[in-house]
Structure formats: C-alpha cells, structure tokens
T-cell receptor, first 114, second 115 residues
Framework: DQQVKQNSPSLSVQEGRISILNCDYT??????FLWYKKYPAEGPTFLIS?????DKNEDGRFTVFLNKSAKHLSLHIVPSQPGDSAVYFC?????????????FGKGTKLSVIP | DTGVSQNPRHKITKRGQNVTFRCDPI?????LYWYRQTLGQGPEFLTY????????KSRLLSDRFSAERPKGSFSTLEIQRTEQGDSAMYLC?????????????FGPGTRLTVL
C-alpha cells in the first residue's frame, strides 16, 4: 500500500516555463511534507518543506502548495532551468504518530529542455 | 566537507557473504537514519537512531540486518548472508533534534551489488 504517490514518472518542460510536480498521499497522520531532488549517483538533496498547518511555502523559484482536503501537494518551479533536471521525490512524516521516518513517493524525473 | 559521508561508495559481494557499511553523520546531528533504495523506487525507511538508541525499525529490516550506533556518533549497517534481493542503494541521513528540525540530510549512499 503506497501512502505517498507520484503518478507522473516523468515530465518535460521548456527552459523558462513553469514545472509543476504533483504528489498525493493517503495517510492522515502525515503532518509534514518535504521535497527532495536527486541527481544520478548522489543522495537526495532537501529542497523545500511544508507543515500540514500551512497551505503554501515559498523559497526563491520553488513553491510548495498543500491541499489537505484533497490530500494533495504540488511543487512549482518558476522559471525552470536546465540545472533543475533531476528526479524529484515527495516525502511525508507521520509526526502525529510520533514517528521520524520519512515515507517517499517513487519520484518524478524532470527534464528541462534548453 | 561537513555533510553526511558513507563508506564504501560501492560494494560488490557474492551471495552468502557478510557486508558492513559505515555512515558518519553531520557532527552536531544526534538523529541518524538508514534507508534503502531500489531501481524505480523512492527511498524506503529501515531504521532510526537518536544518539545511540535505536528507536524505530522497519519490518524491511530482517534478522539478517543489524545496525549499530556506538557512542552516538557514526553508525554501521551489517547484512549477513547476503541475497541477490539485497542489491540496492543504502542511504544514510541525519538530522538535529529539536522543534521544527524535520529535514533529513542524506549522504551519497553505498551501492551494493550481490552476485
């Protein structure tokens, strides 16, 4: 049973346009959500996060939106740059259950075309 | 470099052999995590330490797997009697404790290939 789902395995976007990566979750015990970026042969790198008590968090070109009623979050990258090409993972923490482990989705491979 | 380090980066072993991986967390972080990632999947949680205490274990962590964190600093993950299904990237992460300290910082991983 996959509790965090990223239904798009890949996404291609022109340089300068907006990239929107989506993530759905099923567990109501998740209280904190994170996005990680991963390049080949490297570990995941933390990008941005959001608490379940908020609906938006912004950091430079990156914005995460959370819709709790729909159990959906999205990562917006504006403008997209070729260096953003990587695999993006959505992750969630079951803080309400007192757990520190992160549950990850399968990832979305973003390709930004120059 | 003050990030999370893992050694070795690559390990090739034959089925049935034992392997041990090491993780050195960011020095001021007292929480340490192990994850496993296979092709086409996201990282899957294995276990978590707060200082030297192992506080969470996934059911993925079979009897052949053991993790330690003596003195609350570096950690080791040992796999006994390796199987081909153990082939994966083993990732270590660390984080500080305290309110709001939810981000985990990952090392580069150890890629295990079991022949």
């Amino acid at each position: 049973d996959q509790q965090v789902k990223q239904n798009s395995p890949s996404l291609s976007v022109q340089e300068g346009r907006i990239s929107i990566l989506n993530c759905d979750y099923t567990n109501s015990m998740f209280d904190y959500f994170l996005w990680y970026k991963k390049y080949p042969a490297e570990g995941p790198t933390f990008l941005i996060s959001i608490s379940s008590i908020k609906d938006k968090n912004e950091d430079g070109r990156f914005t995460v939106f959370l819709n709790k009623s729909a159990k959906h979050l999205s990562l917006h990258i504006v403008p997209s740059q070729p260096g953003d090409s990587a695999v993006y993972f959505c992750a969630a923490r079951r803080g309400w259950a007192g757990s520190y482990q992160l549950t990850f989705g399968k990832g979305t491979k973003l390709s930004v075309i120059p | 470099d003050t990030g999370v380090s893992q050694n070795p980066r690559h390990k090739i072993t034959k089925r049935g052999q034992n392997v041990t991986f090491r993780c050195d967390p960011i020095s001021e972080h007292n929480r340490l995590y192990w994850y496993r990632q296979t092709l086409g999947q996201g990282p899957e949680f294995l276990t978590y330490f707060q200082n030297e205490a192992q506080l969470e274990k996934s059911r993925l962590l079979s009897d052949r797997f053991s993790a330690e964190r003596p003195k609350g600093s570096f950690s080791t993950l040992e796999i006994q009697r390796t199987e081909q299904g153990d082939s994966a990237m083993y990732l270590c992460a660390s984080s500080p404790s305290g309110t709001g300290a939810y981000e985990q910082f990952f090392g580069p991983g150890t890629r295990l290939t079991v022949l």
